[in-house]
């Protein structure tokens, strides 16, 4: 019998927000990669209304991805947030592994029983991140783009940090991550494109900076990128699921 290799689906929260790196590394851990488009292009001004996910029970990993909304929009959380979390839920009851991105790890917190609150600063681009468990979270400059942080959940262990905010924390058999380690110059690109309201200047650092510092660092990122989803893999998602 052929074994079926193992599958994480990504939860494309918006539609610039895409797996990128991360899809990369799990296709080199050899699964397979399904992704599920939560809010399309053509609802982007107008992101609320419930949403029917799939089933996290088909699922080895679920991963849900960045956004620029707040998970704490009360529009939101009552439409395909609160969805969303409800999915979160029943994968963590489920055994299924969970691995929240930017937006996507402030979602784990919030679901679990944290906060998540405006920032007294943002984070733009490459910051470095202490960590203090390498062999899950590699340390390193990460990329960043956020105006929000998240207070941990009960029962949560924080793993990583930058002065301004909790970068990493584990829950059982999930991962929230502030940082985006998916991040790679074509998806910068359109970050970069998208960025109408000139966050990046307001946040002291030009369009051409952010490329030129993401493009030297684009070997190291993606050797740390593969460390990390080899450490989420080994120590969170490679744990005897639940009985």
């Given at each position: ?114 906060s998540v609150a405006r920032s007294p600063r943002p984070e733009i681009g490459w910051c470095e991140v202490t960590s203090d468990r390498s062999d899950i979270v590699p340390g390193g400059p990460w990329f960043q783009w956020h105006f929000d942080r998240w207070s941990l959940p009960p029962g949560a262990t924080e793993l990583a940090r930058t002065a301004d905010s ?78």
């Amino acid at each position: 019998m052929v074994p079926v290799a193992p599958t994480v689906l990504f939860l494309i929260n918006e539609h610039i927000a895409t797996e990128a790196l991360l899809g990369e590394a799990f296709t080199d851990h050899g699964f397979d990669v399904e992704t599920f488009e939560v809010v399309p292009a053509e609802r982007a001004e107008d992101p609320a209304g419930h949403v029917t996910f799939p089933d996290p029970a088909g699922y080895d990993v679920i991963a849900p991805l960045g956004a620029t909304w707040p998970v704490y929009e009360p529009a939101l959380r009552d439409t395909w947030v609160g969805d969303e979390m409800q999915l979160m839920r029943d994968a963590a009851a489920g055994g299924t592994a969970l691995l929240g991105v930017c937006f996507g790890g402030q979602l784990l917190a919030q679901t679990f029983g944290g906060s998540v609150a405006r920032s007294p600063r943002p984070e733009i681009g490459w910051c470095e991140v202490t960590s203090d468990r390498s062999d899950i979270v590699p340390g390193g400059p990460w990329f960043q783009w956020h105006f929000d942080r998240w207070s941990l959940p009960p029962g949560a262990t924080e793993l990583a940090r930058t002065a301004d905010s909790s970068q990493a924390f584990v829950l059982g058999r999930a991962l929230a991550l502030q940082f985006h380690p998916e991040v790679d110059t074509e998806l910068l690109k359109v970050w970069l494109a998208a960025d109408s309201n000139g966050e990046a200047l307001q946040a002291g650092i030009t369009h051409d900076e952010l490329l030129t510092r993401t493009e030297e660092l684009a070997v190291d990122t993606a050797a740390r990128v593969r460390r990390l989803v080899a450490g989420f893999l080994t120590y969170l998602a490679g744990q005897p699921r639940p009985s």
